[in-house]
């Protein structure tokens, strides 16, 4: 099992920035790809950001060219959230794909707005 922890949400204005940053205990060693995702309200959880162990990345593309996406070591992936806006209002999860499971951590709420 993978066990995962978000920190680094809150409230902040547009054209703003925050850092989440996520850490994985336990199977470590299973975890291939670590990512992103986020759901607003009313909204379907979508893709924000992936990175495998080989250091190669995919982003949705509202986040393309504002946010970047980093791993260190096997253990934590970080997200970089730059020129934010009212749009990426959500609850951000981090998750952690082994070859057996998909694993999610609680989330952490994000909240752009003046």
């Known amino acids: 099992q993978v066990q995962l922890v978000e920190s680094g949400g809150g409230l902040v204005q547009p054209g703003g920035s925050l850092r989440l940053s996520c850490a994985a205990s336990?199977?470590?060693?299973?975890?291939?790809?670590m990512g992103w995702y986020r759901q607003a309200p009313g909204k379907q959880r979508e893709l924000v950001a992936v990175?495998?162990?080989?250091?190669?990345t995919n982003y949705g593309d509202s986040v393309k060219g504002r946010f970047t996406i980093s791993r260190e070591q096997l253990t934590n992936t970080y997200l970089q959230m730059n020129s934010l806006k009212p749009e990426d209002t959500a609850v951000y999860y981090c998750?952690?794909?082994?070859?057996?499971?998909?694993?999610w951590g609680q989330g952490t709420q994000v909240t752009v707005s003046s």
């Open positions: 998750n952690a794909l082994t070859v057996l499971n998909s694993h």
């Open positions: 336990g199977s470590i060693f299973s975890i291939d790809v």
């Open positions: 990175i495998n162990r080989g250091g190669s």
